[in-house]
C-alpha cells in the first residue's frame, strides 16, 4: 500500500498560480505511475494529469493541457502539479493517486492509492 498526502492547495484568483504537491511513502516501489485528478461539487472525478516514474512520460487532460505541468522528484518520492492560469472552472477537490498498472491509463479505477484531496478555489 502507499500513502499519499496532498497539500498546496487554497484559494486563487482568475489567472494566477498554484502548485500542488504530493507526498508519497510506504510500497512507492510498486506503483509505475502517479497521476492527479479533480472533482467539483455535483460532478464525476475527472482525469488531470499523470506522470510515469520511471520514464517520466506524462500525460493531459485537454482541458488543462497548456496550463498545468506535472512532475516528480523520485529521491523525495514527491510529485507537482504546476498550475498556472487557472480558470473558475479548475475549482475542485484535487486528488494525488498512485497506479500499478502496466499500461497508461486515465481512468480512477485504474489508481489503487489515493490521497485525502486538497480544495483548490479559482475566483472570478
Known amino acids: 500500500q502507499v500513502q499519499l498526502v496532498e497539500s498546496g492547495g487554497g484559494v486563487v484568483q482568475a489567472g494566477g498560480s498554484l502548485r500542488l504537491s504530493c507526498a508519497a511513502s510506504?510500497?512507492?516501489?510498486?506503483?509505475?505511475?502517479m497521476g492527479w485528478f479533480r472533482q467539483a461539487p455535483g460532478k464525476e472525478r475527472e482525469f488531470v494529469a499523470r506522470?510515469?516514474?520511471?520514464?517520466?512520460?506524462?500525460l493531459y487532460a485537454d482541458t488543462v493541457k497548456g496550463r498545468f505541468t506535472i512532475s516528480r522528484d523520485n529521491a523525495k518520492n514527491t510529485v507537482y502539479l504546476q498550475m498556472n492560469s487557472l480558470k473558475p472552472e479548475d475549482t475542485a477537490v484535487y486528488y494525488c493517486?498512485?497506479?500499478?498498472?502496466?499500461?497508461?491509463?486515465?481512468?480512477?479505477?485504474?489508481?489503487?492509492?489515493w490521497g485525502q484531496g486538497t480544495q483548490v478555489t479559482v475566483s472570478s
Open positions: 510506504g510500497r512507492t516501489f510498486s506503483s509505475s505511475a
Open positions: 493517486a498512485a497506479s500499478g498498472a502496466n499500461y497508461i491509463s486515465t481512468r480512477h479505477q485504474d489508481y489503487d492509492s
Open positions: 506522470i510515469e516514474y520511471r520514464a517520466g512520460s506524462t
